[in-house]
T-cell receptor, first 114, second 112 residues
Framework: GAGVSQSPSNKVTEKGKDVELRCDPISGHTALYWYRQSLGQGLEFLIYFQGNSAPDKSGLPSDRFSAERTGGSVSTLTIQRTQQEDSAVYLC????????????FGEGSRLTVL | RKEVEQDPGPFNVPEGATVAFNCTYSNSASQSFFWYRQDCRKEPKLLMSVYSSGNEDGRFTAQLNRASQYISLLIRDSKLSDSATYLC?????????????FGRGTSLIVHP
């Protein structure tokens, strides 16, 4: 389809392992966001990419979290040495232009750290 | 004080009822405002933007009160399919990164 695609949809891992989550935004969308949502909680901003500008990493909770966006398209969120508190749904969203506020979300990657 | 605050509910209403949600925001320089809808275990989807003059989309009416720093969503003639969580979203003033801030959401349950 033409929507935002995320993979894997579900990931169960052991504490201390590294995980990679992938986001394929809508073609042509220049803005890309990562949020996470814990059970019963709101969306927590993680990182924002806009075109070729330096990403806004102000939401990353620790240095175990990193993200990159290659070629202005696909993005990968990496969590190193996962902890149980990292368990959440990681949502990626893209937007056709900056400052529109209209975000198109993927279905999310549900991460469970045992 | 949280940047965006919403009453979590749940609001439990019968079909056909009118229901209203409010959302307050702390940053007086906030620029743009939106309502998103999130169904259980699904991703959020844009419901409507909120304009200063107020705007309507079918059974849904959104309003902004900048002086009191709140936005509202009114749903008329509620349908069973309106059952969802409604997220208030606020964006900062221009300049710097444009990071939409989401409220925790208000849960609506419409029953027969």
């Amino acid at each position: 389809g033409a929507g935002v695609s995320q993979s894997p949809s579900n990931k169960v891992t052991e504490k201390g392992k590294d995980v990679e989550l992938r986001c394929d935004p809508i073609s042509g969308h220049t803005a890309l966001y990562w949020y996470r949502q814990s059970l019963g909680q709101g969306l927590e901003f993680l990182i924002y990419f806009q075109g070729n500008s330096a990403p806004d990493k102000s939401g990353l909770p620790s240095d175990r979290f990193s993200a990159e966006r290659t070629g202005g398209s696909v993005s990968t969120l990496t969590i190193q040495r996962t902890q149980q508190e990292d368990s959440a749904v990681y949502l990626c969203a893209s937007s056709p232009a900056p400052n529109t506020g209209e975000l198109f979300f993927g279905e999310g990657s549900r991460l469970t750290v045992l | 004080r949280k940047e965006v605050e919403q009453d979590p509910g749940p609001f439990n209403v019968p079909e056909g009822a009118t229901v209203a949600f409010n959302c307050t925001y702390s940053n007086s320089a906030s620029q743009s405002f939106f309502w998103y809808r999130q169904d259980c275990r699904k991703e959020p989807k844009l419901l409507m933007s909120v304009y200063s003059s107020g705007n309507e989309d079918g059974r849904f009416t959104a309003q902004l009160n900048r002086a009191s720093q709140y936005i509202s969503l009114l749903i008329r003639d509620s349908k069973l399919s309106d059952s969802a969580t409604y997220l208030c979203v606020v964006t900062p003033a221009s300049g710097g990164s444009y990071i939409p801030t989401f409220g925790r959401g208000t849960s609506l349950i419409v029953h027969p």
